[in-house]
């Protein structure tokens, strides 16, 4: 056998190699803001950060400063280059200034789209989803505001701009328009009338302060600012930032002033780093809710709250079923998109893991699709399954992350999942972009076949708009499930118990402890404990229970009472109903918030990821380069 793993081709063409030479580009992701209070022109600075940042995003580009007292701003469609051309031809002066790269997310990619966004003596930036938009819009409107775009951050400008013509010093202006703000998002807020002021607020995205010499610096991240300082402060989640130019200044939602770290970034030398996380694996973790939010945005309308139109090369409405294939955890991830395709699209689905696929030797139809998922774009049996079922005339679809990938090329449609870099070799974000892909594309389904109504849509589309809240609430629970990590890291042995969609959760659950701590774990569906691994049970062997209060609640509790009858340890992941009605005694209770069904799978993947990363770390593994993998499979 050999003893190396297989090359990682997949991850040099997205992330470069390590002297920060970038490899072939990863795939839009997400929108990029920064803000610079500095000493001598700042749009060629600002320019210089948007380039750093142009990965997350380039469907428009913009930038504010205050020129002769004035707020001013250019803003250009497209890539970054046209803005550069526009500011060439009409330059902008200023020593204060932000700035935007854009993925859309609310509103098409144009020019009146494209961030700074204004209001009477307000200019804005903006990363992420307002959730409640509407509701601030309509209130806004009833006000007397006009909105000239149709983005969700307009708001947020006509927000602050009525607490200004309310009174409000801008500090307090910007405070009370933020306790308005649900949703995700990362802000950069600058006001005319002082050029010595940026407020800078972060509630999921990343937000990272840059310390200079008489220059102050935000930025989405540290790789944005390190041309200009490696001396970094990361807001956390709720923080609102009063950046100065000799100063700055955190608090919190409630106003109070909060102490924040101050660290050296490496940024300089690696394209991409671990921000002020101990590993990549944490780091990305942490990203899921403004990288579920992105992909979901790519294949669902928030505002209109529909499933947007693909340019597909099939039919959804006009195929008998579709196959799907994948290696890991993308494999387990497409076993929960059958799920998501049967129940809601009334759409067979044949899945299989790629090494079984190709050899297996099943009927296939030139009528029918299907789709390949996959992290890398690389891996060798899931690009072999792909080749075998082109052969046979099927239409193919790429569920990939990085956009240039071998899978990607040779696709009739690729459906990027935008989680950006993934470095940790276990697969974490991609994975719940994979699911956010899939059960976008279900709800697409459903529609072409007839099985979902308009107003059913609505309610879904709904439904997945808020996984970047509630994946947001969960990363919260960080505490609890660290302690409860410690103690599974003393055995030996754990299982992890699901019905439904919570089997192939349990399955990946399993997958994540063994690969990372490799503490013997396995998945099994709720209802075959009694058929063969309830020999298994005893004090020795905890046992994971993934069970939301839904439909099929009082059937896993069936399958706890045997568990608890011979002895065994249950940790259970559930909802408050779940918890309140679990009849059972467990170890530990993990107590999500209550979420909609299709978001489930999404939501429900984060503990056991940390689950799996917290043992990883008490056992002192090498959480990010686990022994004998590669984050690309590129052999059979
Ligand atoms: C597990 C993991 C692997 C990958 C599998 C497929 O955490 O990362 O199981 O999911 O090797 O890789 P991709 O998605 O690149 O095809």
């Given at each position: 056998m050999n003893d190396q793993p297989a090359i990682k081709e997949g991850y040099l063409a997205f992330y470069g190699d390590k002297a920060g030479n970038s490899g072939g580009q990863g795939g839009k992701t997400m929108c990029g803001i920064v803000g610079i209070v500095g000493h001598?022109?700042?749009?060629?600075?600002?320019?210089?950060?948007?380039?750093?940042?142009?990965?997350?995003?380039?469907?428009?580009?913009?930038?504010?400063?205050?020129?002769?007292?004035?707020?001013a701003r250019r803003r250009a469609e497209g890539k970054l280059i046209n803005l550069e051309r526009r500011l060439k031809e009409e330059p902008l002066d200023g020593t204060i200034g932000i700035g935007h790269t854009r993925w859309a997310t609310h509103g098409v990619p144009n020019e009146t789209n494209a961030h700074p966004h204004f209001s009477d003596g307000v200019a804005i930036v903006h990363n992420g989803i307002i959730e409640n938009f509407a509701e601030l819009r309509d209130e806004?409107?009833?006000?007397?505001?006009?909105?000239?775009?149709?983005?969700?951050?307009?708001?947020?400008?006509?927000?602050?701009?009525?607490?200004?013509?309310?009174?409000l010093?801008?500090?307090?202006?910007?405070?009370?328009?933020?306790?308005?703000?649900?949703?995700?998002?990362?802000?950069?807020?600058?006001?005319?009338?002082?050029?010595?002021?940026?407020?800078?607020?972060?509630?999921g995205p990343p937000l990272a302060v840059g310390h200079g010499d008489g220059e102050m610096f935000l930025g989405s991240d540290a790789i944005a600012l390190a041309p200009f300082t490696n001396s970094i402060t990361y807001l956390e989640d709720g923080d609102w930032a009063v950046v100065r130019r000799d100063s700055v200044a955190i608090f919190d939602i409630d106003g109070n002033k909060v102490e924040r770290k101050r660290q050296q970034s490496l940024s300089t030398s690696f394209m991409v780093d671990k921000g002020n996380r101990r590993h990549f694996m944490e780091k990305e973790i942490h990203e899921q809710p403004e990288v579920i939010s992105h992909t979901l945005a790519h294949y669902v309308d928030f505002v209109s709250g529909v499933s947007?139109?693909?340019?597909?090369?099939?039919?959804?409405?006009?195929?008998?079923?579709?196959?799907?294939?994948?290696?890991?955890?993308?494999?387990l991830a497409g076993l929960i998109g059958k799920y998501w395709f049967e129940r809601y699209a009334r759409l067979p689905v044949?899945?299989?893991?790629?090494?079984?696929?190709?050899?297996?030797?099943?009927?296939?139809s030139a009528n029918d699709a299907a789709f390949f998922i996959s992290q890398s774009g690389e891996t060798a049996d899931t690009l072999a399954s792909l080749r075998y079922c082109r052969k046979a005339g099927m239409k193919i679809g790429a569920v990939v992350n990085v956009r240039e990938s071998t899978m990607a090329r040779e696709s009739d449609v690729v459906l990027p999942t935008l989680a950006g870099p993934e470095i940790g070799v276990a697969s974490t974000k991609a994975f719940t972009c994979q699911l956010s892909v899939l059960a976008s594309l279900a709800v697409r389904a459903g529609v072409a076949r007839g099985v979902i109504s308009r107003e059913q849509e609505k309610t879904l589309v709904r439904a997945l708009s808020e996984a970047p809240r509630y994946a947001n609430q969960v990363l919260k629970l960080e505490e609890q499930i660290e302690r409860i990590a410690r103690e599974l890291s003393r055995y030996k042995d754990v299982l992890y118990l699901g019905r439904d969609t919570n089997f192939p959760l349990a399955m990946e659950g399993a997958l994540k402890l063994k690969e990372i701590?490799?503490?013997?774990?396995?998945?099994?569906?709720?209802?075959?404990?009694?058929?063969?691994?309830?020999?298994?049970?005893?004090?020795?062997?905890?046992?994971?229970?993934?069970?939301?209060h839904d439909r099929i609640f009082e059937?896993?509790?069936?399958?706890?009472?045997?568990?608890?009858?011979?002895?065994?340890?249950?940790?259970?992941?559930?909802?408050?109903?779940?918890?309140?009605?679990?009849?059972?005694?467990?170890?530990?209770?993990?107590?999500?918030?209550?979420?909609?069904?299709?978001?489930?799978?999404?939501?429900?993947?984060?503990?056991?990821?940390?689950?799996?990363?917290?043992?990883?770390?008490?056992?002192?593994?090498?959480?990010?380069q686990p022994r004998n993998l590669a984050k690309s499979v590129t052999v059979e």
């Open positions: 001598s022109r700042v749009t060629p600075l600002i320019l210089t950060t948007l380039k750093r940042l142009e990965y997350r995003g380039y469907d428009s580009a913009g930038v504010a400063t205050i020129e002769h007292g004035e707020l806004l409107v009833r006000d007397g505001y006009a909105f000239s775009s149709q983005t969700d951050t307009e708001v947020v400008a006509h927000l602050v701009a009525r607490e200004l013509a309310r009174g010093k801008p500090v307090e202006a910007a405070h009370q328009a933020l306790k308005r703000l649900e949703g995700a998002f990362a802000l950069a807020i600058m006001f005319k009338g002082d050029e010595d002021l940026i407020v800078g607020a972060r509630n947007k139109p693909l340019d597909l090369p099939f039919d959804f409405a006009r195929i008998g079923r579709l196959a799907i294939s994948a290696c890991g955890t993308a494999y044949d899945i299989d893991v790629a090494s079984e696929f190709r050899y297996r030797e099943m009927p296939l701590s490799y503490i013997h774990a396995e998945g099994y569906a709720a209802g075959e404990l009694k058929h063969g691994p309830i020999a298994l049970i005893d004090e020795n062997m905890p046992v994971i229970v993934i069970a939301p059937k896993t509790v069936s399958n706890m009472q045997e568990v608890a009858a011979r002895g065994g340890k249950i940790i259970l992941i559930t909802d408050a109903k779940g918890a309140a009605q679990v009849s059972v005694k467990t170890m530990e209770t993990i107590i999500l918030p209550d979420v909609p069904e299709i978001i489930s799978p999404i939501i429900y993947a984060l503990p056991i990821q940390m689950l799996a990363y917290f043992a990883a770390v008490f056992m002192g593994t090498d959480v990010d």
